[in-house]
C-alpha cells in the first residue's frame, strides 16, 4: 500500500533543480529533523517548541489503546453523537476525519461559528443525554472555544444535572494550560494532554485529531501505522535519495515557484477526499504568508478550463486510485505548461500520510521563502483589535459599528469611502484587479468573507458569486465563514504581499444568545452576536491597517438573496 507521488515541473525544471541542490549543500532536511530552529531564523522562539510532529505517529500510537479504551467507554455510555468545539488547527484535521470516515463510529459534528444561529443550531442538532461535548483547543485560551465551553457546561447542566458533566464533556488541549485547571474543576468526564511541542495547525496526527478521529469510527492504529511508514521518505539513511522523497520536493516546488510568482497552490481532488482541501488550506496560509510572502492554496474552486488560468498556478491533483476523473484536466494543464503534482492514494487510509508530506512541504517552502513557518503574528492582530471592541462593549455598553456609506435594494455597503451605487462600489474594487506579469509581479486574487451563519442556500449563493468572479476577472478567488477563516487563511490576508482583495458580508441575526460569564452562572456581560461583530470589525480594521483593499456589505435579513443580487450586478459590469 502506499501512494504515488509525480511532478511536472513545467519551464520550472531548473529552478526545482538548483533548489534542490542548495536544499543537499546546505543539509536542510537533516537540519529540520535535527529541530535546529536556524533553518529559519536566529531566534529558537516558537520553532524549538513547535516541531513535535514529526514525532506525531509514533506517540499517538504509544497512546491508542487508552484512546481506543475511553472511545468504548463512551458508547456503553449510550452516547451516539459528538460535538466537537474548536477553532482552526482544533477543528480542521476532526472534520476531515469525519467526512472521510464516518458512517461506521459516534455523528461527530464541529462548532467553529461564533453565530449564535450557528450555536443555537448545534446546541438543538443532537439530545444532549446522546452527546458528547468535547472542548478542544492547544493553549486553552481561545475566545471562541472558552465561549464554547461555558455556553455547553450550562447546558449539560441545566438538561442533565450537574452529576452528567462526569459523562457528557470532555476535553483535549495542552498541560498546564487554563483549560486543563478549568475542566478538572468541573470535573470533565476526560481531559486528553497533547504534546505541547506542536503548533495547533500541525497536530493533525496529534490527539487533537488522533482522538475525534476515534470517535468517527477511523481504524486510527491503521492510519497511523501507514503515516509511520511514511516517515522513511524523508528520514535520511544510506538508501535516502531527495529525488525520492516527496515532501522535499512538493515544498522547494512550491517555495521556488512563489518566489516567481506563481503563488496559488490550486488543488483538485477526489470527491470522497475533498475535505482534505480544507485542513491543508489553513496549513500552508496561515505558515507561508507572512512578512511580504505568501502562498495562496485555492481549494474547492470551480474548473475553468487551461486556457482560462493566469501564469500564477502550481496545479495539485489529489485523487483515488480508482477515481480517473481528472485525467483529461490534468493533461490539459501540462500541455499549456502549468506545473503540475499528481499524488494518488491506493485508499483513504493514504490520509494519515498525506497530513505529513504537506507539514513536512510546508516547513521546506518556509525555508525556500525565508520565513518561520510557524508562527502567526497578524492573527494576533487581529485578535487584539477585537478584544479592544469587547472591553470598550463590557465597559461602557457601546457595541461599535460601521458608518452605512449607501443603502440600495435591501443591501448596505458599511464604511466611510462614499459610494454612488452598488455598481459604482463593485466597479470600483475590481478597478484594482492586478495581472501580474511572469517572473516576480504577483496577480491579484480575491476573498471572499461571509460572517453570517452557514447556511445551504447561501453557501450556494457564494458558490455562483465565486465561479462568476473567477471566469470573468480570471483570477484566483477562495471563500471561507468568517471567524473560522480567522484562524486560518487569515494571516496570508495580511501578512502576504498585498495583492488580495476582499469583499466582506455582515447581516442582520435574527436570534442572539448570551455566553455565561463562567460555567454555571447565570450572569452575561455580552453575547455570541457581540463577539461576532468584535470578530468582524476586528479583521476588517486589522486588514486596512494592512493596508489592504476592502468592501463591506452588510445583506439585510435575506443573505442568500442579496448575495445573488451582487452577482447580478457583476455580470453587468
Request: hydrophobic share 40%; net charge negative.
Amino acid at each position: 500500500m502506499g501512494s504515488k507521488f509525480s511532478v511536472f515541473p513545467g519551464q520550472y525544471e531548473n529552478q526545482l533543480n538548483e533548489g534542490m541542490q542548495r536544499y543537499k549543500n546546505e543539509n536542510v532536511l537533516g537540519r529540520i529533523l535535527s529541530h535546529d530552529y536556524t533553518v529559519w531564523s536566529n531566534s529558537p522562539e516558537e520553532i524549538t517548541n513547535r516541531l513535535g510532529w514529526l514525532k506525531s505517529p509514533e506517540n499517538s500510537l504509544l497512546q491508542a489503546a487508552d484512546i481506543l479504551e475511553f472511545v468504548s467507554s463512551v458508547k456503553k455510555d449510550g452516547i451516539k453523537n459528538v460535538l466537537l468545539l474548536g477553532m482552526g488547527g482544533s477543528s480542521l484535521a476532526p472534520e476531515v476525519f469525519s467526512l472521510i470516515y464516518g458512517g461506521s463510529g459516534l455523528n461527530l459534528s464541529i462548532l467553529d461559528s461564533t453565530d449564535p444561529g450557528a450555536v443555537l443550531e448545534a446546541a438543538s442538532k443532537y439530545n444532549p443525554a446522546e452527546t458528547l461535548y468535547i472542548v478542544s483547543t492547544k493553549s486553552g485560551g481561545t475566545v471562541e472555544t472558552l465561549s464554547f465551553l461555558k455556553y455547553f457546561y450550562n447546558l449539560v447542566v441545566t438538561k442533565l444535572g450537574a452529576d452528567k458533566v462526569k459523562v457528557n464533556l470532555a476535553a483535549i488541549t495542552d498541560p498546564g494550560s487554563g483549560l486543563e485547571k478549568m475542566t478538572r474543576e468541573l470535573g470533565f468526564r476526560k481531559i486528553f494532554l497533547n504534546d505541547p511541542n506542536i503548533g495547533g495547525r500541525f497536530s493533525a496526527l496529534s490527539l487533537f485529531g488522533i482522538v475525534p478521529a476515534a470517535l468517527t469510527g477511523a481504524d486510527i492504529e491503521k492510519l497511523l501505522n501507514r503515516a509511520s511508514e511514511f516517515t522513511q521518505t524523508f528520514t535520511p539513511s544510506e538508501k535516502y535519495s531527495l529525488e525520492d522523497d516527496s515532501s522535499s520536493i512538493l515544498g522547494l516546488l512550491m517555495g521556488e515557484l512563489a518566489g516567481l510568482g506563481v503563488d496559488k497552490v490550486t488543488f483538485l481532488t477526489s470527491p470522497g477526499i475533498s475535505s482534505f482541501g480544507w485542513w491543508v488550506e489553513q496549513l500552508v496560509a496561515e505558515s507561508t504568508g507572512k512578512r511580504g510572502h505568501g502562498i495562496l492554496p485555492v481549494e474547492g474552486e470551480k474548473w475553468m478550463g487551461a486556457d482560462n488560468y493566469g501564469f500564477d498556478r502550481l496545479f495539485v491533483n489529489i485523487r483515488l486510485a480508482d477515481d480517473h476523473s481528472f485525467e483529461e484536466k490534468v493533461g490539459d494543464l501540462k500541455k499549456a505548461g502549468f506545473p503540475v503534482v499528481e499524488i494518488v492514494w491506493d485508499d483513504v487510509y493514504e490520509l494519515g500520510a498525506e497530513f505529513l508530506r504537506w507539514e513536512v512541504a510546508t516547513a521546506v517552502a518556509g525555508w525556500r521563502l525565508g520565513i518561520q513557518p510557524f508562527d502567526q503574528p497578524n492573527v494576533e492582530q487581529a485578535k487584539v483589535i477585537a478584544r479592544e471592541f469587547l472591553k470598550k462593549y463590557t465597559e461602557e455598553g457601546v457595541n461599535p459599528a460601521l458608518n452605512t456609506s449607501l443603502s440600495e435594494d435591501g443591501i448596505s455597503i458599511l464604511g466611510d469611502e462614499k459610494h454612488t451605487s452598488l455598481k459604482e462600489a463593485l466597479s470600483g474594487l475590481f478597478s484594482k484587479v492586478h495581472e501580474g506579469k511572469a517572473g516576480k509581479s504577483l496577480r491579484s486574487y480575491l476573498c471572499l468573507q461571509p460572517f453570517i451563519k452557514p447556511a445551504d442556500d447561501t453557501s450556494e449563493a457564494l458558490k455562483e458569486l465565486r465561479d462568476l468572479i473567477g471566469e470573468k476577472y480570471k483570477i484566483a478567488v477562495t471563500c471561507a465563514y468568517g471567524p473560522r477563516f480567522l484562524h486560518s487563511t487569515g494571516q496570508l490576508h495580511k501578512g502576504d504581499a498585498g495583492n488580495g482583495l476582499f469583499i466582506q458580508f455582515t447581516g442582520s441575526m435574527p436570534e442572539d444568545t448570551p455566553i455565561p460569564d463562567e460555567p454555571g452562572s447565570d450572569k452575561s456581560a455580552m453575547s455570541f452576536g457581540v463577539l461576532k461583530n468584535a470578530q468582524t470589525l476586528g479583521d476588517r480594521m486589522a486588514l486596512l491597517d494592512n493596508k489592504r483593499t476592502v468592501l463591506t456589505f452588510d445583506l439585510g435579513i435575506s443573505h442568500a438573496a442579496s448575495i445573488r443580487k451582487i452577482t447580478s450586478i457583476i455580470k453587468s459590469l
